[in-house]
């Protein structure tokens, strides 16, 4: 069983910067692609970013590129996400995925429980 848990969210206000960490355990965090996704208040849950085994690819949904950087850590099994320049429609509850593949395919086994991100205006 994976165990997936996030820190970092907050209250920041509109163009400030904020930095997520997902913390993992229980199975070999290098070997598997890792993704940050978010769900905004009456909003089905969306993609933001992910990340292969080894940060050779990374991909990002439009609305956060240029903003947001995924990154991780295999030494410490963490994977993180930069936020900058953060908007108001950036506020929502964020949650790190773990992949099945150590590629990223779009598909997650395991995910944590979230952490809230607030950006007022």
Same mark, same amino acid.
Not at 3 to 13: A, F, I, P, R
Not at 34 to 59: L, Y
Not at 68 to 91: W, Y
């Given at each position: 069983?994976?165990?997936?848990?996030?820190?970092? +969210?907050?209250?920041? #206000? %509109?163009?400030?910067?904020? $930095?997520?960490?997902? /913390? =993992?355990?229980?199975?070999?965090?290098? &070997?598997?692609?890792? +993704?940050?996704?978010? #769900? %905004?208040?009456?909003?089905? $849950?969306?993609?933001? /970013? =992910?990340?292969?085994?080894?940060?050779? &690819?990374?991909?990002?949904?439009?609305?956060?590129?240029?903003?947001?950087?995924?990154?991780?850590?295999? /030494?410490?099994?963490?994977?993180?996400?930069?936020?900058?320049?953060?908007?108001?429609?950036?506020?929502?509850?964020?949650?790190?995925a773990?992949?099945?593949?150590?590629?990223?395919?779009?598909?997650?086994?395991?995910?944590?429980?979230?952490?809230?991100?607030t950006?007022?205006?």
């Amino acid at each position: 069983q994976v165990q997936l848990v996030e820190s970092g +969210g907050g209250l920041v #206000q %509109a163009g400030d910067s904020l $930095r997520l960490s997902c /913390a =993992a355990s229980g199975r070999t965090f290098s &070997r598997y692609a890792m +993704g940050w996704f978010r #769900q %905004a208040p009456g909003k089905t $849950r969306e993609f933001v /970013a =992910a990340i292969s085994w080894n940060a050779g &690819r990374t991909d990002y949904a439009d609305s956060v590129k240029g903003r947001f950087t995924i990154s991780r850590d295999n /030494a410490e099994n963490t994977v993180f996400l930069q936020m900058n320049s953060l908007k108001p429609e950036d506020t929502a509850v964020y949650y790190c995925a773990a992949g099945s593949l150590p590629i990223i395919n779009g598909k997650y086994d395991y995910w944590g429980q979230g952490t809230q991100v607030t950006v007022s205006s």
